[in-house]
């Protein structure tokens, strides 16, 4: 296999501990149990209790394998909780998952598949579904089966979801329910991620949870957080870090006017805000020689770990250098020195964050724009490589998408609590998920 990004897979599997799983265990400190390490390899280091499902796992898993030889490699270095979901990769991530596992013990791990319910399936179609999960994963059973992004409390209560995960208990296909929320997809009928979450800890029949928290947007998390730590819920991450690729930004808007191409002067004016927002982020990181994001990436994965209700992180492994990086990590403390940095960058830097699950902007759209999916979007695309995804997902969204941005005069903008370019911020997107 050839090189990817500085570490190949011959070299990373060369300095990890095979079969780390379950190997050289201790119990002690408040997260339950760590593994000790014998040097600096690139492993586990940490397990944590999974709610009430009695599951030690690892604090840093795979979100959405994309790569047989990467997965392998991460479950070698003791990654035991995988989460996927039958629309990434249309099954193929679940197939991934199947092929990696089917010579390896099943009980060492722990996996969690998502379906979208959102348009209110009977129990036969979710169990046909589910059945069609457990083919492309080759396992007699599921560990967890969420809602995947659930928009609205009312779907918690979808009683064809809990039919179907019952008869799926008894069958013995099934151990637990969980879901996820992503915050609104539209601005019909949907509520905030934390609204969700906490009627679906009330609910009470949900044992795993996936939730948005980072260093920037930690208020909504943090009150999930804390019901799941109360209710003994599984809490697992995703979207921890916040920063995505600034640098280049102002090289994208020179494109743009160089292009000659008229720009609305509601455009004009907005990106010309948000070029003013990139080159005080830009000071800020060179003044505290951070020209590489991945000193805040590394703090930002410490700052939820820090937080005791937090289960595992998900991370989507793109390559193996990315593997190196997150699984040092494990069982890592966040220093004053990392607290510092984050909070100098959510102050200099936080404007440029588009807060997923967030939505407060939606409803000030007279064109119904969904922002909150759009920006999310993007998000794929810059930050986690997932180009193609992100632009057949983009492509499927019904109306103009962004391009219904092109002459507003920014309502989003104006509603943002938080101070975001946000019309900048889609006018981008849109360039960069149709590549225009």
Do not use: W
């Not at 799983?21 to 690139?42: Q, R, S, Y």
């Not at 990139?278 to 820090?306: S, T, W």
Request: net charge positive; hydrophobic share 35%; glycine share 8%.
């Amino acid at each position: 296999m050839p090189q990817q990004d500085g570490v190949n897979r011959r070299q990373f599997i060369s300095r990890t501990l095979p079969g780390a799983v379950g190997a050289g265990l201790t119990t002690g400190g408040v997260f339950g149990t760590a593994a000790a390490p014998e040097d600096d390899a690139p492993r586990i280091r940490q397990y944590r209790p999974l709610g009430r499902t009695g599951f030690q796992a690892s604090d840093i898993c795979s979100g959405g394998p994309t790569d047989p030889n990467i997965l392998r490699a991460v479950l070698d270095a003791g990654v035991n909780y995988i989460d996927t979901a039958e629309s990434y990769g249309r099954g193929n991530s679940e197939q991934i998952v199947g092929e990696v596992l089917k010579n390896r013990d099943r009980k060492k791990y722990f996996i969690t598949t998502k379906l979208h319910v959102e348009k209110q399936p009977g129990k036969q179609e979710i169990l046909d579904r589910f059945a069609k999960c457990r083919e492309r994963l080759q396992t007699g059973y599921v560990d967890c089966l969420m809602m995947h992004g659930a928009p609205n409390t009312g779907q918690v209560k979808m009683e064809s979801f809990h039919e179907a995960v019952r008869q799926l208990k008894a069958d013995g296909h099934l151990r637990f329910a969980g879901l996820s929320s992503h915050g609104p997809r539209d601005r019909e009928n949907y509520d905030p991620m934390d609204k969700v979450l906490l009627a679906a800890a009330e609910d009470g029949r949900f044992d795993v949870m996936l939730l948005v928290y980072n260093f920037v947007q930690r208020e909504q998390g943090e009150r999930v957080l804390r019901a799941c730590r109360e209710k003994n819920i599984g809490a697992t991450l995703m979207k921890t870090n916040p920063v995505g690729k600034y640098l280049g930004v102002q090289e994208e808007i020179r494109t743009i006017e160089d292009q000659g191409r008229p720009v609305p002067d509601s455009y004009e004016q907005a990106l010309k805000r948000y070029e003013q927002e990139m080159e005080a982020a830009q000071a800020f990181l060179q003044a505290g020689n951070l020209r590489e994001p991945g000193e805040i990436r590394d703090a930002a994965i410490r700052f939820v770990l820090k937080n005791e209700a937090v289960s595992s992180v998900c991370i989507r492994f793109s390559n193996f250098e990315l593997v190196d990086a997150s699984l040092k990590l494990s069982g890592s403390v966040l220093t004053g020195k990392d607290e510092k940095k984050l909070s100098l960058f959510r102050e200099r830097c936080g404007r440029l964050y588009c807060r997923h699950a967030c939505g407060e902007c939606e409803a000030a759209c007279p064109r119904g724009v969904p922002v909150n999916t759009i920006m999310r979007y993007d998000h794929y695309f810059q930050s986690q490589q997932r180009e193609k995804e992100a632009m057949a997902k983009y492509a499927a969204l019904p109306g103009e998408g962004a391009a219904a941005c092109r002459d507003c005069a920014g309502d989003c903008q104006r509603a943002c609590p938080h101070g975001v370019p946000i019309q900048a911020m889609l006018h981008l997107a849109h360039r960069r998920l149709t590549l225009i």
